[in-house]
């Protein structure tokens, strides 16, 4: 379908804006990712950067992957919740298919028909205010959203915006301790107590409740306010009020802010990925923005990139995201409470010290 002038303004505009959260947090690091997507798989040193989808898939459906090794996702987090038990990311077989199972039922159709009517008063509550010309804080929206949902989740008693802000802080805090480059001193420890405080708030739970919670608030307040901007500055409110276009349009925002962009693994055995040679111990930087083709296709509900470029934000195999439907039928009900109202934003301001790229804050008022 072909894309208007007036369209493809829009979609500048909201990829100049959304790249500040990159340019902002990680420059360098984005910066070499922008620099090397030219070629699918890239070796420097022993790191491989992959940037072309089948290789993405390839390395995280074929290759034996160290889920426990330093620097990884799963890593990380176990080094945080060391003795506390094992933490999905970092689980392999027998083991890993059975703590999936006890969080499927919770994060199927069921388990958010169940959820849904927790989180859609309290949307058209923090709404509301944009109705009387008043502004909406979108990030302070979905951060006491993803508290309530992972409150919910677990059976916890915490109160949501504490609960947001205390993932918030233990998977900043474990990021910063696993970031290339020289030792920070305090790092570890820090990770060690932000995780040991979040573990307190949800009641001491096992480490598997933490990491959930860690998994879902993170994404959503990275998510959320950064798919509402794309969708006020492109001008897309006509296709999140249109009851048949919102969800694809929901999987397209998703698509393009691929809100967890990077993830780091690391190679359990020799194998080959996008056809470049691959040695035990390699690391792998698996750029799911690219393979995602978030730099290049621009979001469009009425001819999105389809379900298969979409789904791999979530990852890929047996330890794809357990959370992506949830993700977007929470994405979709904001986008319906506020496409009424066809929201611009009024300011942002990059959070520099979240582990996801995202806003500190993103103020919307209602549109003329
Ligand atoms: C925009 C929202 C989200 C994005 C982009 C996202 C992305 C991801 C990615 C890339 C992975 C790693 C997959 C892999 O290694 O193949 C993952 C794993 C995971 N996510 Fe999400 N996620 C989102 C929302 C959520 C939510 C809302 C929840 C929970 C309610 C959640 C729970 C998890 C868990 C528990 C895992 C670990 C799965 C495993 O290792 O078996 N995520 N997610």
Not at 100 to 123: D, K, Q
Not at 226 to 245: F, I, N, P, T, Y
Request: net charge positive; proline share 6%; glycine share 12%.
């Amino acid at each position: 379908m072909s894309t208007t002038r007036a369209e493809a303004t829009g979609h500048a505009k909201a990829r100049r804006r959304d790249r500040l959260v990159y340019l902002r947090s990680h420059p360098l690091l984005f910066g070499l990712l922008a620099a090397t997507r030219g070629r699918g798989v890239r070796r420097l040193g022993g790191t491989l950067l992959v940037h072309d989808a089948d290789a993405y898939r390839e390395a995280l459906t074929r290759l034996p992957l160290d889920r426990a090794a330093a620097g990884t996702t799963g890593g990380a987090a176990r080094a945080a919740l060391r003795g506390a038990g094992d933490v999905l990311f970092d689980q392999e077989g027998a083991g890993h298919r059975a703590d999936r199972r006890s969080l499927a039922r919770r994060l199927g159709a069921e388990g958010i028909a169940e959820l849904r009517p927790v989180w859609r008063p309290l949307l058209e509550r923090g709404c509301a205010p944009l109705a009387g010309g008043g502004e909406v804080d979108v990030v302070a929206l979905a951060r006491e959203a993803a508290g309530t949902v992972a409150g919910a989740l677990l059976g916890s008693e915490a109160e949501p915006v504490a609960l947001a802000e205390a993932a918030a802080r233990a998977a900043a805090a474990s990021v910063r301790g696993h970031l290339p480059g020289p030792p920070r001193p305090g790092a570890a420890a820090a990770a060690v107590r932000e995780a040991e405080r979040l573990r307190t708030l949800l009641g001491g739970g096992d480490a598997l409740s933490s990491m959930v919670a860690v998994a879902a608030v993170n994404t959503t307040v990275a998510a959320v306010p950064r798919a509402v901007a794309w969708c006020a500055d492109a001008g897309l409110w006509g296709q999140a009020a249109d009851a048949e276009l919102r969800p694809r349009l929901a999987e397209e925002l998703l698509r393009v802010t691929a809100a967890s962009p990077v993830l780091p693994r690391v190679a359990a055995a020799a194998g080959s990925v996008g056809g470049c040679p691959v040695r035990g111990g390699d690391r792998l930087v698996l750029v799911a923005r690219h393979a995602a083709g978030a730099h290049r296709r621009d979001p469009d509900a009425r001819d999105p990139a389809g379900p298969g470029a979409a789904r791999l934000v979530f990852g890929a195999g047996p330890h794809a995201c357990p959370g992506a439907r949830l993700a977007a039928v929470l994405l979709g009900d904001v986008l319906e409470e506020l496409a009424p109202y066809r929201p611009v934003v009024t300011r942002a301001r990059v959070d520099r010290r979240a582990a996801l790229p995202g806003w500190r804050s993103l103020t919307v008022r209602a549109g003329a």
